[in-house]
C-alpha cells in the first residue's frame, strides 16, 4: 500500500516517491469503465465483490477484490447509470471512482485497463493491444493562450520499457474525449495528440492520479478502427467479447510481470 503523504513538502514527497519506487509494487488499482470489460477479469483472478466498499454510501461505483501471487488486486468500475441502466463511461465517472480509489485504498499503481478505437493509419488493428506511452484530449478545445494546452492536457504515462519488451506489446498515444464517434474538430485534435487509440476515459484517469502522484499505465485492446470502413458501434459491439478476452490475457500476463518487481523495474 502507497505511503499516506498528505501534508507533505515537495521535497520529501520526492524522497518518498523514489523510496516507494524501489519496494516490490503490493497494491494495483484496475480502473475499468465498463462491467464487460472488467468481469473476464474478475474471474480469471477469482477476485469477490466488496458489499461494503470503500466509496461514498450510494454511489454506484463497484469494486473487486482479491489476491494474485503477491499482488493485492482491485478492480474499480463506475458502476451503472441509476436511471438508464448502462455503464457510466466517459471522463466524469472515471475521474470520480479514480479518486475515490485512491483515497480509499492506496495503491502503489493504477493500471486502466479497456476498450478502445484504433486509427490503422498508425498500425493498429482490432484485437491489438495497446500500452500507451502518453495520453491527451481531443475535446476540450479552449483557444485562450496556456489554457489550449491545459484543455488537451497530455501526460505521459509511467514508462514500462521492460514491460512492453518483455510481453511484445505495441505502444502509441492515447486520445481521451467524451464520444465514441468522432467529430472533424476531434480529427484534428487526434491527429495532433499522434494517437494511435482513442477511449473516453485515459486522460481523465490520467489527471486524477497526476493530482496524487500514483504511478498510472494505460491497457487498451482495440475493438473498432476509426479509419475504417464499418461503422463504429457496429464493428465496437461485433469484436467486444473477442477482444475483451484478448485484454483479459494481456492484464493477467502484464501481473505476472509486475509481481514481485519494484516500480523502476517495469
Ligand atoms: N457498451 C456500450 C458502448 C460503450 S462506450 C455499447 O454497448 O455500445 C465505449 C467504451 O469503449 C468506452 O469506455 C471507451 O473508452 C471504449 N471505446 C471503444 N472504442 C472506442 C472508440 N472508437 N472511441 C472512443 N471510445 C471507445
Redesign the pocket.
Known sequence: MAPRCDGLSDAAMKDLMAQAEKLPISTVVFVV??Q?EALPLVDKLELIQDDKPPFPIGMPWIRFYGTYRDLFINVVCPGKDSTLG??N??TIPASLVTCASIQGIRPDLIINA????GFKAKGASVGDVFIASSVAFHDRRIPVPVFDLYGVGTRKAFTTPNLVKELSLKVGNLST?D??D?SPQDEELIIANDATV????GAAVAHVADLFKVPTIFIKAV??I?DGEKP??EE??QN?PAVTAKLTQSVSQVLDFISGKCLSDL
Not at 479497456?114 to 478505437?117: F, I, K, R, V, Y
Not at 482513442?198 to 476515459?201: F, I, L, P, R
Open positions: 469503465a465498463l464487460a448502462v455503464d463511461v466517459g479497456g476498450t478502445a478505437g474525449g464520444s465514441m468522432m482513442k477511449d473516453m476515459e475493438t473498432d476509426v463504429t458501434s465496437y459491439l467486444l
